[in-house]
């Protein structure tokens, strides 16, 4: 489908996009899409080599026209290239290959890209063909000069050696820089492998068609891989016996160093070849290097040498032409002059002596070609190019292609009523690419796009990116298919960003947020759990003012540490605007090993904020509460999705290239991925490192994260992306580290930048006919019959937003038996989260009952109003001899009790049993029970290890009754018929939302084995009794059991026959016997009339 179709289709812009200001390009401001004209059609060519590329007319698309190929246009990184011909129904044109140099836009400082032979991402460039409205550029044809003048023997060849084994900075290995921007730095690029200490590495060389007598020129980079200074020693030579020392490159740490030396003619052999060895003298154990490229530059003779093409590189001169005979030219070989490459020209004369004009003072090249490059079908595309209106979105999503359908799911979502009727623009990263960076993958071309993007001076816009990207090198793919790029290593998305539109330096310019999709199924998952969140009509907000501080730490120190700046956080949050309730969870062990912890009820219950400072990785927290996918942790919170900010090394990098689902996976995706993820579970918004984490950075991070949060008026109840737009400015507005720097870049956002989280619009005072008032007597040697006055205390919740400046008003209405009242009032001050008041009252008679009304002149804005008031019935023959009444409230704590049984029995596990089993589940409570599917989900892992996950099993095939006011049955009548080893899991909960600490979980086997009737006889030897199971998957066939116990001689000491009720029998021999050996027998007669003889010995000891 056009683009044009999907806009008027669903009103929303899906984008082709934009590049350079040149000669022809449409006026617009100094963007790179500004070359673009909107009304013309555009095809793509990927070029990933050097040369002479030919395109066939009928290759281009069917609807590209070429009837007037006058007018076609070829456009490269913005400039308009002459095309070498358009005859024959054919385009010829010079192409190169990605060089990468827009990388450096990427570095700080941009001259620390000192590799320039690799690109990071891409090897493949873009070129633009177009049908414009003026002519398009043709090379120039030139005759050849006149043949006179001096013959140039030769040319400046450059042979270059690069190197994308490594990356410079990998953390593939423990031996790793001690600090990681993520910016690229310090020369950092593809590199060679890693030579260990006490090690060389050595290439070999060879030089073709060198001129005798002449010096070539080497250079060479280097990367330091390890914490430490080094000198590496360069040797050149013949072979590993003749080498010379050249000299040695001075290099510390991680950062990249340069080296020029000159070949001698001793250092090669007679055709031309030779041996470079490096080797570092660093005494370090764990020194390391890695060699990026070396170049050899020297005088080459003019020759095809047997390739297809060449190019001849000759240096500036004072002449107005240069003469030059090409050795082994024929009459196919075509000469062009490649000195500017948007403005080839093409010579003409014969390839065996030929002369061209060229600029005095200045480089001349020329490229020598016998064939063309076909440029294939599937490197030809048609592009739609048109432009978005800047002002008319203030909501951007960039997405990929296969995630396109969910990502128009999202923005039509954002475009309603419900979701913020923002003005959505859907833009996929192809479109990006084409035209914010000329077609070329990079990040760099989303930093063009949004700085285009608010050209309009508004900065009250969100970007949403949907789709993942991996900047782990080792895990990188080229040309970044289906990925929508973060920047740099450790990955931030905060840099794609930063700085533009006039933001200050480190600040982003607009609220950014990812959610690091891995199919549509993840987005629209994410989506329902969005509009749960923002559209719920529950008025009881509690839940959001629920605080988890989780604390790991590797000794006790540490554990204190991060335990103490916890809570100098919790007064925040306590007395804040959400006027929170801190839950703190502690690591307890001081070790390194991981500690396991458990909120799921927690969770389950809502929380509006976890925080987590310890260490991680991205699959696990040294204060481990788990996957939310993970059954076993049995966490349900649907609806109350908390928002949750993790300091542990690398928790938020989704970057790593992880795909895995599978619990067991090594390659399974992070652990907050997961937490985004998961559908009806886990939370809707994440922030978290992607790298190294450092306690003061975080902690300063953490307390202007609090303020702006909970304290500020201003920033209190913004969307998530400002508040940590926010939390930057703050930090960066007085002195910071180079730590504070990497800290804020590498917070990634995970989620909706435009939602609101742990925020409550409004108060919402309550209280409970249940468990708000209790009245008391005027001392324990009272009863309320006896006493002159009573005090009534009130136990009120604030569910809402809390200010600390409010009054509220209490009316205590207290009402006799014989119909007269009075009331009492009372005035306190706002309560953060719960308070217990207390109003005292005379007593004239029998109470009746007692009633309380909060903020009576309705004064107060709320949430609701209807949880204002509250009543105490008192049966007052039983209050008035009591010095409280009531009593007692007691509150459901006791969790349920589940009895699970196979074929009516319960097993023990890793028990053989036979196909297709009935599955029995009682769950009983202390309290009444009504048949709730909620209250038990049931899961079968059809596998004896972790490389399969649970699955759980649909209600529709369950058979589900009450079997008691207090007890619910469910039957499964599982459909497990193949041999082999499977877990069941439940989750259970009561009513109350009580649910035991672990979860029910059993292993056992399936079995095909016809008939494998068994007696066991335990324990044996024996002292007091002995118990004889039966056991066998064919059971059920058994009609009648017969057993018999002899001693030695052969006297029979017990007798007895049964039948056996399930797939198990257990029966005890409890007589007295003295010590000594006897025998038994088991005859087990089956229904068919067939029986079967059990034999055995067992010994007593007394």
């Known amino acids: 489908m056009s683009f044009r179709a999907l806009l008027n289709l669903r009103l929303l812009v899906f984008l082709g996009l934009y590049a350079p200001l040149t000669l022809y390009g449409q006026a617009r401001p100094p963007y790179t899409n500004q070359w673009i004209s909107d009304d013309q059609p555009y095809v793509k060519l990927k070029v990933s080599a050097k040369g002479i590329h030919r395109v066939a007319f009928s290759a281009l698309p069917a609807k590209f026209s070429v009837n007037r190929p006058e007018k076609l246009q070829l456009w490269h990184r913005g400039s308009q290239v002459a095309i070498l011909s358009v005859a024959n129904n054919e385009i010829l044109f010079y192409g190169v290959p990605n060089d990468g140099s827009t990388d450096s836009l990427l570095y700080r400082p941009m001259n620390s890209r000192m590799n320039p032979y690799v690109s990071m991402y891409s090897d493949v460039s873009a070129y633009f063909l177009t049908v414009g409205k003026e002519n398009g550029l043709r090379a120039k044809i030139v005759g050849s000069s006149p043949v006179n003048g001096a013959i140039t023997e030769f040319h400046q060849q450059t042979d270059v050696q690069a190197f994308s084994n490594e990356y410079s900075l990998s953390t593939l290995s423990p031996i790793r820089a001690n600090f990681f921007n993520s ?141 030059f005979k090409i050795a082994d030219g024929t009459a196919e070989t075509k000469v062009y002059d490649i000195t500017s490459q948007i403005a080839p020209r093409i010579l003409e004369g014969k390839g065996t002596d030929l002369s061209i004009s060229r600029t005095k003072n200045s480089a001349l090249r020329i490229y020598l070609s016998n064939k063309p490059i076909e440029i294939a079908p599937d490197k030809i595309s048609n592009v739609d190019m048109v432009s978005p209106e800047v002002k008319k979105y203030d909501y951007i999503i960039i997405t990929s292609q296969p995630l396109e359908a969910g990502a128009v799911a999202y923005a039509e979502y954002r475009k309603s009523a419900q979701g913020g009727s923002f003005a959505p623009l859907v833009v996929k990263i192809t479109d990006v690419y084409n035209q914010f960076n000329f077609g070329e993958p990079s990040p760099i071309a989303i930093r063009r796009f949004v700085d285009y993007m608010l050209s309009d001076g508004n900065r009250e816009k969100n970007l949403f990116l949907i789709g993942s990207s991996t900047t782990f090198n080792e895990r990188m793919v080229r040309e970044l298919p289906n990925e929508v790029p973060t920047i740099g290593f450790p990955g931030s998305d905060i840099l794609l960003v930063e700085g533009l539109a006039g933001a200050g330096r480190e600040i982003a310019a607009v609220p950014i947020g990812r959610l690091a999709a891995l199919n549509n199924k993840n987005i629209y998952d994410y989506l329902e759990k969005v509009k749960e969140y923002e559209q719920s009509n529950a008025t009881d907000q509690s839940w959001k003012k629920n605080i988890l501080h989780l604390n790991g730490g590797k000794s006790s120190s540490e554990i204190t540490q991060l335990k103490n700046i916890l809570a100098g956080l919790a007064p925040i949050a306590e007395k804040g605007y959400i006027g929170g309730k801190v839950k703190p969870f502690v690591k307890q062990q001081g070790i390194s090993e991981v500690e396991t912890v458990n909120i799921t009820p927690e969770i389950n219950s809502g929380v509006g904020l976890l925080t987590y400072f310890g260490h991680g990785s991205p699959t696990i927290t040294d204060l481990d509460f788990g996957y939310i996918t993970d059954v076993t942790r049995a966490y349900n919170n649907q609806g109350k999705y908390p928002l949750m900010y993790f300091n542990g090394c690398g928790v938020g990098n989704v970057f790593s290239g992880r795909t895995g689902t599978n619990p067991s996976s090594s390659n399974r995706i992070a652990l907050s991925q997961d937490w985004i993820l998961a559908p009806k579970h886990g939370t809707v918004a994440i922030m978290a490192n992607t790298f190294s984490t450092y306690v003061s950075p975080t902690k300063n991070y953490l307390e202007k994260l609090y303020s702006v949060l909970f304290e500020d008026p201003t920033t209190s109840g913004q969307s998530i992306g400002k508040i940590q737009i926010e939390v930057a400015k703050r930090i960066f507005a007085n002195g910071y580290q180079e730590y504070d720097v990497a800290n804020a870049h590498q917070a990634l956002l995970q989620g909706d930048p435009a939602l609101k989280m742990a925020y409550i619009s409004l108060p919402d005072y309550k209280v409970d006919n249940y468990e708000s008032i209790t009245i008391y007597s005027e001392s324990v040697e009272k009863t309320l019959g006896n006493s002159t006055k009573l005090r009534a205390s009130v136990v009120i919740k604030n569910s809402g937003k809390y200010f600390a400046g409010e009054k509220l008003s209490v009316a205590l209405k207290y009402v006799y038996q014989n119909g007269t009242s009075e009331v009492k009032y009372q005035t306190v001050p706002a309560i953060p989260n719960q308070d217990t008041v207390q109003i005292e009252f005379p007593i004239k008679g029998a109470l009746k009952q007692i009633e309380v009304k909060l903020d009576q002149e309705n004064s107060i804005r709320e949430l609701s109003e209807s949880n204002n008031i509250a009543e105490l019935l008192i049966d007052w023959e039983q209050a008035s001899a009591q010095y409280l009444y009531p009593i007692e409230r007691v509150k459901d704590l006791v969790h349920p009790v589940l009895d699970v049984t196979f074929n009516d029995r319960m097993i023990q596990d890793m028990e053989a049993i036979g196909p297709l089993p009935k599955i029995q589940f009682e769950l009983s409570d202390d309290r009444l029970m009504s048949v709730d599917t909620n209250l038990m989900e049931i899961f079968v892992k059809p596998c004896a290890d972790n490389n399969c996950d649970f699955q759980r099993i649909a209600y529709r095939d369950l058979k589900v009754r009450q079997s008691s006011d207090r007890s619910i049955s469910v039957e499964y009548g599982a459909n497990l018929s193949l041999p082999g080893v499977y877990e069941v899991l439940v989750n259970t909960k009561d009513v109350s939302g009580n649910s035991p600490e672990n979860p029910y979980q059993i292993k056992f086997q399936i079995t095909q084995v016809a008939d494998d009737i068994n007696l066991v006889c335990s324990p044996n030897p024996a002292t007091d009794y002995v118990r004889f199971r039966l056991t066998g998957i064919e059971q059920k066939k058994i009609i009648q059991v017969d057993y018999t116990i002899y001693d030695v001689k052969g006297i029979v000491q017990a007798k007895k026959s049964l039948r056996p009720l399930a797939s198990v029998q257990d029966w005890y021999w409890t007589d007295k016997l003295r010590s000594g050996s006897y025998i038994y027998k088991a005859v087990v007669s089956k229904g068919d009339g067939s029986a079967k003889t059990i034999t055995g010995r067992l010994n007593i000891t007394n």
């Open 183 to 323: 910016f690229f730095e310090k020369g950092a690029s593809k590199t060679g492998v890693t030579v260990l200490a006490g090690k060389s590495i050595s290439y070999n060389f060879k030089l073709t068609g060198k001129i005798i007598g002449s010096r070539p020129l080497v250079s060479v980079m280097v990367h330091g891989r390890s914490n430490n200074a080094r000198s590496i020693e360069v040797y050149a030579g013949k072979n590993e016996n003749s080498v010379r020392k050249v000299g040695a490159i001075a290099n510390a740490y991680f950062t990249a160093s340069k080296y020029s030396f000159v070949l001698e003619e001793s250092d090669l052999n007679a055709d031309g070849s030779g041996l470079f060895v490096f080797k570092s003298v660093a005494s370090d154990k764990l020194e390391r290097f890695s060699v990026a490229y070396y170049s050899i530059t020297y005088d080459q003779r003019i020759a095809l040498n047997g390739q297809s093409s060449k190019e001849l590189n000759f240096p500036q001169s004072s002449e107005a032409n240069t003469r």
